[in-house]
């Protein structure tokens, strides 16, 4: 789909509203947005470019708009708690997560993360305990990304605690886990990496992080923790200030890289 073209029956939209609250909508022919500022038809926005206003029956008022991939993490329909887009970005820059690149992930949830790394071009073996999880991360992959980004998306169900099984070539590129105890995941992931690859963790606790860095041994290097917080400000004219609320902790990433097996 050209970002550029108009609106057409099929596209996934985004309702921006006056208190700027996100809408997701998929655009259908007969359709009808709802909310309790009333409706607007599906077919008056189709046709119509990119940050038109429509207004609905009750007259409030909408910009149209393609959601970016944060907008759909945010909104999407979810099973698991998703990791937030600020940690995202950190996981694809430490991973260094590029086109070609074969990862490992495991605890896939809703699909956030893989949806990141496949739009940045890698190719994703996912390990997921519970089937609902699976479904919901191919369906939020498919409905963002389209068809093409499942072809280089295979999940499974399988305990990452119970091995990682072996892949063509010299091992995966990378390890990424968002899992309770990846701990027990890092000496499969000597094994199933190849020698300069990288490992990343998402863990929500301090005590998590600790036991992971435990666990990395002198078969790694460049060992680091961090954490990532979002502040945004409120500028408005001459008042200029830290808003109230800021997205603060929200989980630690810990990173290495192998270098013996």
């Known amino acids: 789909m050209n970002d550029s073209a108009s609106f ?88 260094d997560i590029r086109p070609g690149v074969r990862v490992l992930e495991s605890g896939v949830g809703s699909g956030a993360l893989s949806m990141a790394m496949l739009r940045a071009g890698a190719h994703i073996t996912g390990y997921e305990l519970r089937e609902d999880f699976a479904n919901r991360a191919q369906i939020n992959v498919r409905s963002f990304l389209g068809e093409e980004a499942l072809s280089r998306y295979a999940v499974s169900i399988r305990n990452c605690y119970e091995g990682i099984d072996p892949i063509d070539g010299p091992g995966y590129d990378r390890v990424m886990l968002d899992l309770p105890e990846p701990w027990q995941v890092i000496p499969h992931a000597v094994t199933a990496l190849r020698l300069g690859g990288i490992i990343v963790c998402y863990t929500p606790s301090i005590t998590q992080a600790m036991r992971v860095n ?16 979002h502040r945004t400000w409120h500028i408005e004219g001459q008042a200029v200030r830290p808003d109230h609320r800021m997205v603060a902790h929200t989980g630690f990433l810990t990173a290495a890289r192998l270098i013996e097996k």
């Open 8 to 95: 057409a029956y099929g596209d996934k939209i985004m309702l921006l509203d006056r208190k700027k609250r996100r809408y997701l909508v998929d655009l259908a022919e007969g359709g009808e947005f709802h909310s309790h500022a009333g409706f607007i038809p599906h077919a008056s926005i189709v046709g119509c470019p990119e940050g038109t206003e429509v207004i609905s029956t009750k007259g409030a008022r909408y910009v149209v708009l393609r959601p970016t991939l944060e907008d759909f993490v945010v909104e999407m329909p979810r099973g698991a708690q998703v990791i937030y887009p600020k940690d995202l970005a950190t996981m694809l820059m430490i991973g």
């Open 214 to 229: 435990e666990s990395l041994d002198e078969k790694w290097t460049n060992v680091r923790t961090l954490e990532v917080l």
